[in-house]
């Protein structure tokens, strides 16, 4: 089940990403600088916890060794995509 969510999710995750990556001027090149430290699956995973189980991002960054606000912003990045 996993696996099929994240192949419906993953070309539409990476095409607003790329979107909203080349939609204002850049100070560096696509692609560069800090690399996601929760890929897709990790997103999907959080995201469904917390919207299944109402965990806290708190408890989650601990669980997926991130800071809070990673899982935060993981989660406003995915939600929609799961509506």
């Excluded at 959080?46 to 960054?61: F, P, Q, Y």
Aim: contains cysteine; proline residues 1%.
């Amino acid at each position: 089940m996993i696996a099929e969510l994240v192949g419906e999710t993953d070309a539409l995750w990476h095409e607003r990403r790329r979107a909203r990556l080349t939609s204002r001027s850049r100070k560096r090149a696509v692609g560069a600088g800090v690399k996601h430290r929760l890929v897709l699956v990790d997103r999907l995973l959080a995201t469904l916890v917390h919207l299944r189980h109402g965990v806290s991002h708190n408890v989650l960054a601990c669980r997926f060794g991130v800071d809070r606000s990673t899982v935060t912003r993981a989660i406003a990045e995915v939600r929609p995509l799961l509506a």
